[in-house]
């Protein structure tokens, strides 16, 4: 049975520690969910469609849209500025669905501050030249930009205590088993 007013999961860490694959992973495993499209002012990736994998906009619409209180939190992340529209995540509560967001250090951080029921859970990566190798062999950035991720998973590595469950992203069917498991122990 699910909880009448559903079920807020966010799932953060550092840039290449693998939230992208862990999510779709969960994301196939629930009855379900509603899966939360950021709204960024980066340009697409290759693939990546509009609607789908992000809304694509520019930043004064970003911007706008931050300033009239549409977003549940909003970031700046390597130039480009990320955010969670906060009406569709209300929607999937009164509808008592488990809310999936795949989002950054510091959005998970005002996520918590307006929603305190929501279920946190922090992604590392085994080791920090794993993290690299991950990073690099996306082979989306480049090496200035690999740096500044690094940079960045520094500090966000240094904040994991701030969240609900840390989970290791090593071995990846475990790490999945254990959001899972993690979400089930939320959503009765």
Known sequence: MRNKTGLVVVLVGPSGVGKGTVFRRVV??????????????????????????????????????????????????????YATPRKPIEDALQHGQVA????????????????PDAVTIFL????????????????????????????????????QHNFAHVVVNDDLDACVAQVLQLINQYDT
């Open 100 to 115: 999936l967001l795949e989002i950054d250090v510091q959005g998970a951080l005002q996520v918590q501050q307006a929603m």
């Open 28 to 81: 196939d495993a629930l009855d379900d969910p509603f899966v939360s499209v950021s709204v960024t002012t980066r340009p697409p990736r290759q693939k990546e469609q509009n609607g789908v994998h992000y809304v694509f906009v520019s930043a004064e619409t970003f911007d706008q849209a931050a300033a009239q209180g549409e977003y549940l939190e909003w970031a700046t992340y390597a130039t480009y500025g």
């Open 124 to 159: 590392i990566p085994p080791s920090f030249a794993e993290l690299e190798r991950r990073l690099r062999d996306r082979g989306t950035e480049t090496d200035v930009q690999i740096t500044a991720r690094l940079a960045r998973a520094t500090e966000e590595l240094a904040t």
